[in-house]
C-alpha cells in the first residue's frame, strides 16, 4: 500500500507571532486525529521554520527517539545532559529522551532557519538519555537507529538520478527539496509517501536537484 500525503495537508502549528511556524505531518499537539496517530516507528515529521531569535524554550520528552535534519540555518541544541551543539545543514542529530530529558531548540543566528524533526518510537521504553551528532553524512551513507529497529537513508539526487527504495515491511519518504517521482507520482517540497510491504520501487529526481529523506523500518 502507497498513501501520498501533500505538504499542503499537513496541520499547521508554531506561533507566528514568536517567530515560529511548524506544519505537522501526523496528529500533534491539539491537532488530534486518531486516523494519524504514527506510522510504523515514526510518530513525528515536522517541518520548523524559526525566525532569528526564535525558538523553543527549555521542555520535556520521554521514551522517543528525536531525529533532527536542518534544512537551512543553523540550530542551536542544549539539553539537561550537558550536551550543547551547532546543528547545520548535513548533519544528523539524534536525542534518546528514554525516561526522561530536557532539551532547548533556538535559532541563535541571524538567518531564517529550518529543519525537520522526526520522533519515533523506542522498541523498550525508559533507559538513560543519549546523544549523538554526525557532521555532514554523506550521501547514501545509512544512519541506524537500532533503538526504534529503523535506518535513516539521506538520498541528494542529482537531475535525473535514480534511487532504489529499501525493499522493507514500512518506508516512510520526506521530500527535503526538489521534485522527484515514486513511479508515476510526482512528489514536491513537504511531500511525504508512506508505504506498507515496499518491494521493487524506485524514486527519481525530476529536472533538478532533490534532496529526500528515506526511514525504512
Known amino acids: 500500500m502507497t498513501d501520498v500525503r501533500r505538504s499542503a495537508d499537513r496541520y499547521r502549528g508554531g506561533d507566528p507571532a514568536s517567530g515560529i511556524e511548524s506544519l505537522h505531518a501526523f496528529s500533534f499537539g491539539r491537532f488530534y486525529?486518531?486516523?494519524?496517530?504514527r506510522f510504523g516507528a515514526v510518530l513525528a515529521c515536522n517541518e520548523e521554520r524559526l525566525a532569528p531569535g526564535a525558538g523553543f524554550d527549555e521542555h520535556p520528552h520521554s521514551h522517543t527517539e528525536i531525529v533532527t535534519?536542518?534544512?537551512?540555518?543553523?540550530?542551536?541544541?542544549?539539553?539537561?545532559?550537558?550536551?550543547?551543539?551547532?546543528?547545520?545543514?548535513?548533519?544528523?542529530?539524534?536525542?534518546?529522551?528514554?525516561?526522561g530529558v530536557r532539551h532547548v531548540e533556538r535559532n541563535d543566528g541571524d538567518v531564517p532557519l529550518v529543519f525537520v524533526q522526526m520522533w519515533l518510537?523506542?522498541?523498550?521504553?525508559?533507559?538513560?538519555?543519549?546523544?549523538?551528532?554526525?557532521?555532514?553524512?554523506?550521501?547514501?551513507?545509512?544512519?541506524?537507529?537500532?533503538?526504534?529497529?529503523?535506518?535513516?537513508?539521506v538520498r541528494r539526487l542529482t537531475p535525473g538520478e535514480r534511487t532504489a527504495v529499501p525493499d522493507a515491511a514500512a518506508v516512510y519518504i520526506h521530500v527535503v527539496r526538489g521534485e522527484v517521482r515514486l513511479g508515476v507520482t510526482?512528489?514536491?517540497?513537504?511531500?511525504?509517501?508512506?508505504?506498507?510491504?515496499a518491494e521493487g520501487l524506485e524514486l527519481a529526481a525530476a529536472a533538478g536537484p532533490a534532496e529526500v529523506l528515506v526511514w525504512e523500518m
Open 121 to 153: 518510537a523506542p522498541l523498550s521504553p525508559g533507559g538513560d538519555p543519549s546523544y549523538e551528532i554526525v557532521h555532514g553524512i554523506a550521501d547514501s551513507t545509512p544512519y541506524a537507529l537500532p533503538q526504534a529497529g529503523a535506518m535513516l537513508h
Open 69 to 99: 535534519w536542518v534544512v537551512e540555518g543553523e540550530l542551536t541544541h542544549r539539553d539537561s545532559q550537558g550536551h550543547a551543539t551547532l546543528v547545520r545543514p548535513g548533519d544528523v542529530q539524534r536525542l534518546s529522551s528514554a525516561g
Open 186 to 197: 510526482g512528489l514536491g517540497p513537504g511531500d511525504s509517501v508512506r508505504i506498507e510491504d
Open 33 to 37: 486525529d486518531p486516523d494519524n496517530l
